[in-house]
């Protein structure tokens, strides 16, 4: 997730990514996320394993914003708002 000026990453696990961006849309959950208007989906990865997920988590949290970024550009170079296609 990212702000509308682009210039925060937040990296997040969830089980259900329509009801978790919706979350971080209408600034549900204190915090990070609600502080930085964190409300476009820019990137995302699909696991059927929590572990797998979790330890990406980690790794991508370890990372970087420049390393994170270089990851959001290879598959979304222009940061569209994915949650468009995919929910509407």
Same mark, same amino acid.
Do not use: C, Q
């Given at each position: 997730m990212t702000n509308e000026s682009l210039s925060h990453v937040y990296t997040g696990v969830t089980s259900n990514l329509a009801r978790r961006v919706d979350e971080h849309r209408t600034g549900l959950n204190d915090g %990070? *996320?609600? @502080? %930085? @208007?964190? *409300? @476009?989906l820019v990137y995302y990865e699909v696991t059927d394993d929590v572990r797998v997920a979790i330890a990406r988590e980690k790794e991508i949290k370890g990372w970087r914003r420049s390393k994170k970024a270089d990851l959001v550009r290879r598959l979304n170079p222009k940061w569209r708002d994915l949650s468009e296609e995919l929910f509407s």
């Amino acid at each position: 997730m990212t702000n509308e000026s682009l210039s925060h990453v937040y990296t997040g696990v969830t089980s259900n990514l329509a009801r978790r961006v919706d979350e971080h849309r209408t600034g549900l959950n204190d915090g %990070y *996320t609600k @502080r %930085y @208007r964190m *409300t @476009r989906l820019v990137y995302y990865e699909v696991t059927d394993d929590v572990r797998v997920a979790i330890a990406r988590e980690k790794e991508i949290k370890g990372w970087r914003r420049s390393k994170k970024a270089d990851l959001v550009r290879r598959l979304n170079p222009k940061w569209r708002d994915l949650s468009e296609e995919l929910f509407s």
